[in-house]
């Protein structure tokens, strides 16, 4: 006779390639599977490219041995599907990004994010454990009833060995080259980036790039239009590059050869670039907006407040002056170091072993 083994399978709004969620859904799916669980993912909206990683939601066969893991971001039907189910369930809170930041250009997201967060406080007794990815995004929960919310960190894969080493840099450009990896979405706050970039322009001359890479989505075509719009005012086509989508040796060659990642975003439940940009040695400047200054944790330079002229002038010595940049880059190696110690396993096995 055979006997398939006990699933942890999870489920979300949507699932993209390169999305921070769904690359977190992925690494969790080969922590379930290494404790020795069969492990699916499974959402409403899957992108393209994502059918070897994903199946929709509908498709899921329940069986009285699962356990449900829920990812929470955002309104989606998944959530009233699997509150019908009577399996073990666990929560995952990655934070609802407030509406506010979408009026000016998707009445629907906004919609959906407002009910996503309305959502949370019908959900603080429908889950046998709830886990947040962030002390920052816990808080949250804590501050809207919720008890006993442990601390699950994102799982992002360093590289291997005691000491993260130093990724040497390859066709380096003699100017400087700033960088932001995220969606462009208006909370990232790209816009603010375009006006760095101005402000840079009017302070230090043309002979500069900032690249924007990030996924932009249809439904925010508005925000995309208006940044277009920005970079034609402002005449930066030849300083700002918006990339959109890349592969990931894209991705890390552009880490590799750019000098400085610098965020303007409002609000992030994580932020996992800023973790890429650590890895990849590329120096911090970052707006504390959200859970940024938690997940910097003393590593890079944050500030308080969009001053330009200020931040261009900081930017600037960071990307001429060694010593300040090497100083910056030791305060990110030991963030990583700490970083590296936490192993989700050690906190995931006893809990669902409870829950089988």
């Known amino acids: ?52 990683f994903v199946k929709k939601y509908k498709a899921y066969s329940s ?14 039907e998944v959530l009233e599907t699997l509150l019908k189910n009577k399996n073990s369930k666990i929560l995952i809170y ?16 906004t919609y959906l994010l407002r009910k996503g967060r309305e959502e949370l406080e019908s959900l603080r007794d429908k889950f046998d454990k709830v886990f947040a990815v962030s002390e920052f995004n816990r ?10 919310v442990g601390l699950l960190p994102i799982t992002y894969q360093l590289p291997q060995g005691k000491q993260i080493k130093e990724i040497p840099l390859k066709n380096k450009s003699n100017i400087p080259r700033f960088l932001f990896v995220g969606r462009i979405t208006p909370n990232k706050k790209q816009d603010d980036l375009i006006r760095f970039a101005f402000h840079y322009l009017k302070t230090y001359g043309p002979e500069f790039q900032l690249f924007m890479v990030g996924f932009s989505s249809k439904e925010l075509y508005l925000y995309r239009e208006e940044l277009e719009r920005m970079l034609d005012f402002y005449k930066l086509r030849r300083n700002v ?24 975003s409002e609000h992030e439940g994580f932020c996992v670039p800023l973790l890429e940009a650590m890895v990849h040695n590329i120096p911090i400047l970052a707006f504390d907006g959200g859970a940024v200054g938690e997940t910097l944790s003393g590593a890079g330079i944050l500030f308080n407040e969009k001053r330009m002229d200020m931040i261009v002038e900081l930017a600037h010595r960071i990307v001429t002056d060694k010593d300040l940049k090497d100083k910056i880059l030791e305060t990110q190696r ?9 192993n989700p396993e050690t906190v995931l096995r006893p809990v669902l072993a409870q829950l089988s």
Do not use: W
């Not at 069986?63 to 989606?76: A, E, G, Q, R, T």
């Not at 990655?94 to 997201?109: A, M, Q, R, S």
């Open 139 to 148: 808080s949250e929960l804590l501050e809207i009833g919720f008890e006993n």
């Open 241 to 264: 590059i918006i990339t959109d989508f890349l592969s990931d040796e894209e991705l890390k060659s552009m880490y590799q050869t750019c000098d400085l990642f610098v965020s303007m």
């Open 334 to 342: 030991k963030r990583l170091s700490t970083f590296s110690q936490i």
């Open 94 to 109: 990655h934070n609802v990004t407030p509406g506010h930041f979408f009026e000016k250009y998707d009445l629907k997201l």
């Open 63 to 76: 069986k009285n041995s699962d356990i449900l893991v829920y990812h929470h971001s955002i309104h989606s």
């Open 1 to 52: 006779m055979i006997f398939s083994r006990k699933g942890v399978h999870q489920f979300a709004a949507g699932f993209n390639i390169g999305d921070a969620i769904s690359n977190e859904m992925n690494s969790l799916r080969s922590v379930f599977k290494r404790i020795g669980y069969s492990s699916e993912i499974f959402a409403e909206n899957t992108g393209p490219g994502t059918d070897t």
